[in-house]
């Protein structure tokens, strides 16, 4: 178990990462590209009306000023319309992947500005169609409105746009100095600045002022370990989210099966647990699997995973599996969600998508 200093703690051994790949090349700058998809770091105090409203062009970049100092940058305004994150959908995320795809050889990194509250489900949806980047794709946002008081929007852009100006590739969410991996993100406060948490990774590192500061554990993985980028933006829409509760009717479950969805992830109790006795829910995901659906299970819990079968499984866990529940290990719900959307638009044959979304890479 970890102690709670050592839970605090979330990077260790850092080191700068200019120390090791060199910093940027004055006699060629860096060029990013910013795409604005919203938010509240999007946002400012209305002076007539004391009302929040999307900034304007000009009154966004007055307020970010320094930018054009870390690296040379084009704005777009038009992938898609700003727009308050909880109005996110799969088709904007396809929007905006497919805009870096388009536009990925312009530039040396992309930064996503983006609304805080599925900041996590797009940079898990960018970190599965833009597989493979060798270039930074970097999401990030703000607590407070832009022109307010102690707003957080003009350090955390800064703090991006310094990660996306760096040779290292992947997909991560930039944030209260944090560096987190796109895929294992998860909004833990809808008030505190430090919003975002880490799920059974180590943080990647931290930005310092102009340094960045990297995990030594985190080097191969965003520096040497390179797969071929091949970009995806293909999605299911016949993917549901369903989260177990004591007592919970098990004809939810069944709805599923029903309204001809084609696999659904359920967040198990624990290792991988669900009612199993009284309100049993083993029927329900027999009748679903028998009408084709895929059920992926993870754990509720804030890390750790699901152990469906073998030693020190538990006799509720394995019944899960003989039901026809397929364990995801350490994977985030938001994640598998969002894989599963893609795995599915991209197999057909049942065994595939098992695989695929088992397939830890």
Excluded at 26 to 42: H, L, M, N, S, V
Excluded at 343 to 352: F, R, T
Aim: net charge negative; charged share 25%.
């Amino acid at each position: 178990m970890k102690t709670a200093s050592e839970k605090d703690d979330k990077v260790n051994s850092l080191v700068n990462l200019d120390k090791l790949v060199g910093g940027n090349n004055p006699e060629r700058r860096k060029k990013i590209c910013w795409i604005r998809a919203g938010g509240t770091i999007d946002q400012i105090t209305d002076k007539e009306t004391w009302r929040l409203r999307m900034a304007t062009k000009e009154e966004l970049i007055n307020s970010v000023a320094g930018l054009d100092k870390i690296a040379d940058f084009d704005r777009i305004d038009d992938v898609i319309e700003p727009i308050d994150s909880s109005d996110m959908v799969p088709s904007k995320w396809q929007k905006i992947a497919r805009y870096i795809i388009s536009r990925y050889d312009s530039y040396d990194g992309f930064v996503i500005s983006h609304g805080t509250d599925t900041l996590h489900y797009t940079s898990a949806a960018l970190s599965i169609m833009l597989h493979g980047s060798y270039k930074p794709i970097v999401l990030t946002g703000s607590m407070v409105p832009l022109t307010s008081e102690n707003s957080d929007a003009p350090k955390n852009m800064h703090d991006a746009f310094m990660v996306a100006s760096k040779d290292i590739h992947g997909t991560y969410i930039v944030f209260n100095s944090r560096i987190v991996y796109g895929d294992r993100a998860r909004k833990k406060s809808p008030q505190e600045f430090d919003a975002f948490e880490s799920i059974n990774r180590p943080d990647v590192g931290k930005v310092n002022g102009t340094e960045i500061l990297v995990a030594k554990d985190s080097l191969q993985k965003i520096l040497y370990d390179k797969t071929d980028y091949m970009p995806s933006t293909d999605l299911s829409g016949g993917v549901g989210l369903i989260k177990l509760f004591p007592g919970m009717n098990p004809d939810v479950i069944r709805f599923y099966g029903d309204a001809g969805y084609k696999g659904v992830v359920m967040e198990l109790f624990g290792s991988g647990g669900g009612n199993t006795q009284e309100n049993s829910m083993l029927d329900s995901i027999n009748y679903i699997r028998s009408k084709g659906v895929l059920v992926f299970g993870v754990t509720q819990c804030m890390s750790g995973a699901v152990k469906l079968d073998g030693d020190d499984a538990y006799d509720v866990s394995y019944k899960m599996k003989k039901a026809g529940v397929i364990g995801l290990d350490d994977m985030t719900s938001e994640y598998a969600v969002v894989k599963l959307m893609s795995v599915l638009a991209n197999n057909k044959d049942e065994s595939d998508v098992i695989k695929a979304m088992t397939d830890d890479s």
